[in-house]
């Protein structure tokens, strides 16, 4: 059965190659037709640039049209899968955690904030900065030794130029930096999602009222607080569905509900499907 299929977590040694002294930090050419028709995840971050060529990347369980002049955003434990045209040219990244987070503070906003928007639409002179940067890393990892000073130079100002873009078309990020409490609320759904369901939980991290947390999110956000948490729930329980072979019960135990139906209900309330359903669509 399809729900049974262990989708693998792949690591960033299975690209590695014949880079054997970049084993926390690859840089590959995708030139052509590819095509990825098991979701999988993966255990460390991709920026995906495109240049040239179509097709779809799917992440999270939403379709992405590819174009030219797009980077793509990826984070450990998103489910995703691609299909690309004979005319695609895409340069690629693979970054592993711990090297990832010596430069992550200059994306400036929580990694959930950015799996809302992954695929970001670049300018062409805006491209040609980001392009200059990749070849420049490639160029680094080319020679013995590396020096990983540079490649992390190199990557504090590709996680500028992504975030100038990024905030220069979708305003809820200016919001989020307008409104540190609402950007500290959504780091502190994705630490606790799975042990804590409620506002008045959050409220007290954040030393405000839930009341004022709901006006907040209402206000600047036009959704209630609660929404964010379940909506963190949903997204998590769909990954492990999809790219995982956990039963629906060790899922339900996984997110935190200890009894299958009350699970199978909220899915459901939320999706319009259960969880059975879900899977076997896949």
């Not at 020679?143 to 873009?165: D, F, G, K, N, Y």
Request: aromatic residues 14%; hydrophobic residues 40%; proline residues 5%.
């Amino acid at each position: 059965m399809k729900g049974e299929e262990q989708f693998p977590v792949l690591g960033i040694s299975a690209f590695q190659g014949d880079q054997q002294d970049a084993s926390n930090f690859l840089y590959h050419e995708i030139r052509g037709e590819r095509r990825i028709e098991k979701p999988h995840k993966h255990d460390f971050f991709v920026f995906l640039l495109v240049e040239s060529g179509n097709g779809i990347h799917a992440i999270d369980f939403i379709d992405y049209p590819v174009a030219p002049y797009q980077i793509h955003l990826l984070f450990p434990g998103q489910v995703h899968k691609w299909e690309f045209n004979r005319q695609m040219v895409a340069y690629q990244l693979m970054i592993t955690r711990p090297f990832f987070e010596t430069f992550s503070d200059a994306l400036q906003f929580p990694f959930a904030l950015y799996q809302h928007h992954p695929v970001i639409d670049l300018a062409e002179e805006s491209f040609r900065k980001l392009l200059y940067e990749f070849r420049s890393i490639q160029q680094e990892l080319a020679q013995t030794p590396v020096s990983w000073e540079i490649v992390h130079l190199r990557s504090r100002l590709i996680a500028q130029l992504i975030i100038r873009e990024a905030e220069s078309r979708f305003d809820d990020l200016l919001v989020y930096k307008a409104r540190p409490a609402l950007q500290q609320y959504h780091a502190l759904i994705d630490l606790h999602y799975k042990n804590q369901k409620s506002v008045a939980f959050y409220a007290s991290q954040l030393n405000i009222s839930p009341n004022y947390l709901n006006i907040l999110c209402k206000r600047h956000l036009h959704i209630p607080a609660m929404f964010l948490i379940q909506h963190r729930v949903v997204l998590e329980a769909k990954r492990q569905l999809q790219a995982s072979g956990k039963s629906i019960k060790e899922i339900a135990f996984d997110l935190g509900f200890n009894d299958l139906s009350y699970f199978s209900n909220f899915f459901k309330s939320q999706t319009g499907i259960s969880p059975r359903l879900f899977r076997e669509q896949l």
